[in-house]
């Protein structure tokens, strides 16, 4: 059921160049779906922004009003913070790119998706490090890190930002840079969405040409040998290769290795033979492409069924025998389901440029990992769900004595206790003095958003 109205909601909001979907527009059920469709949320409005302008003037009108507000740029968040009961700001319409080749500066809008960006960049031979699904919008992927193929050799997304755009909780557009409101921009590279809506982005871009792509993949009877080698062989190899590695549960157990290597054939060959030798992979492609075809090619790895839930966790250090095979065990115990269902943990490997930032330079603080872990269950079928939750949450608390216990923001988990610690570490602190300058109010909150000190 749909709240009540506190306002007209036929009147367009006053200087609004976009438009305003509302519950009687024949657009709005699909317009206020969320990536994860286990999440059922009705806001009263959204709101497609077209310029910083029209942002200010929604966030003044949502305040005005006493709404609450959520900002969506690509609508991917794990746990729908992108959604909100109130208003929503959809800033998928303001996606344009400018490129200074010269001086490899990018200057991009945030409701860009992530494939599309990297399109746009491929004439002048150039690329930004970010993240590998393509529907991801920049605008909700930078402020919480961005990793992906190039993580190794460039750092994460927000290590080759170098300002930003930003209307604030009074609707005043703000700038801000390693010299324009540094506080800001130290919070925003890392911290999240709880300080403003970021409307435009600067990044240093870096020359790119010809990659080289590796598959491998290995039957079940290997898994073990293959994730005991490789994440002990991976972070440490050469910044030019970044891989993942992907174990899945049934029906096939088996597991598989991506990379991107900033090199040639040969020398990746070299690179990989201690991993070859320590296992017996089925399937080893290396191929020679452009880097905006290994782009097309990764994007497809994250488009999961209807539902999901996914949680995540760091590895400090190389996980022990008895880890793996916790592990293998827990995906063999995947539930029986009666739709299309399907279950893995992605390992993403660090080190490189990654790990040589220190924790407290960004407000990302997991500089020293050397892998992260994703544990994903997706599910077809709205009768799999009880199942799929008690399968990853034991999962999740049986890895628990060999991990971490930090998670990464951009995969939001409503199950945390300790999020803000979990998230940010020895930075929250500072976050939430940011968040008490910017945002007093706490205009900008959502379930796990920074609060400010009145909040906490």
């Known amino acids: 059921m749909l709240a009540a109205t506190p306002w007209h909601l036929s009147a367009q909001v006053p200087g609004l160049s976009g438009r ?23 806001p009263q409005a959204i709101v497609y922004c077209r310029t910083s302008a029209d942002v200010a003037n929604a966030v003044a009108w949502a305040r005005s009003q006493k709404l609450p507000l959520a900002v969506r740029s690509g609508g991917h968040s794990y746990e729908a913070f992108s959604l909100s009961s109130g208003l929503v700001v959809d800033l998928s319409d303001m996606s ?9 500066r990018v200057v991009a809008q945030p409701g860009i998706r992530l494939l599309p960006f990297y399109r746009a ?7 930004v490090a970010g993240g590998t699904c393509e529907g991801v919008g920049l605008g909700g992927l930078t402020p919480g890190g961005g990793i992906g193929f190039l993580t190794r050799q460039w750092g994460a997304t927000i290590d080759n930002l170098i300002g930003l755009e930003m209307v604030d909780a009074t609707g005043q557009v703000i700038r801000a840079d390693e010299s324009r409101n540094p506080d800001l921009f130290w919070a925003c590279r890392g911290g999240g969405g ?29 898994v073990g040998r293959a994730l005991f080698a490789w994440q002990s062989l991976a972070p440490f190899w050469p910044d030019e290769l970044t891989t993942s590695l992907d174990v899945n549960g049934p029906p096939s157990g088996s597991a598989s290795l991506d990379g991107l290597y900033l090199g040639g054939t040969s020398a990746l060959q070299n690179v990989l033979a201690p991993l070859l030798a320590a296992s017996q992979p089925s399937r ?37 025998p008895e880890a793996v095979e916790t592990i293998r065990d827990r995906l063999a115990a995947s539930p029986d389901t009666v739709g299309q269902a399907s279950t893995s943990v992605q390992f993403q490997a660090y080190g490189g440029a990654v790990n040589r930032v220190p924790a407290d330079a960004t407000a990302f603080p997991h500089r020293s990992a050397l892998l992260s872990m994703q544990y994903l269950a997706h599910w077809s079928d709205p009768a799999d769900e009880s199942a799929s939750l008690t399968w990853i949450r034991d999962f999740y608390s049986a890895m628990g004595p ?21 998230y940010y570490g020895a930075n929250i602190d500072r976050l939430i003095q940011v968040k008490t300058r ?19």
């Open 20 to 42: 305003v979907v509302r519950p009687d527009d024949p657009a709005y059920e699909a317009a206020r779906r969320d990536f994860n469709q286990r999440f059922d949320v009705y």
């Open 96 to 104: 344009d790119v400018d490129v200074d080749q010269t001086r490899r």
């Open 402 to 422: 060999f991990v971490s216990g930090y998670a990464y923001s951009n995969m939001c988990d409503l199950d945390l206790q300790d999020w803000p610690h979990a």
């Open 284 to 320: 080893v492609d290396i191929t020679t492409m452009s880097y905006l075809e290994s782009a097309e090619r990764f994007s497809g790895q994250s488009k999961l069924p209807f539902f999901f839930k996914a949680k995540s966790d760091y590895a400090l250090s190389p996980l022990e």
């Open 194 to 222: 709880s300080f403003g809506i970021i409307t435009e982005m600067t990044f240093q871009a870096s020359p790119v040409d010809d990659v080289t792509v590796i598959r491998m993949e290995w039957p079940r009877d290997q």
């Open 121 to 127: 960049l491929a004439p002048y031979g150039l690329t």
């Open 438 to 456: 910017y945002d007093p109010s706490n205009l900008f909150r959502f379930a796990q958003s920074i609060p400010p000190d009145s909040a906490v």
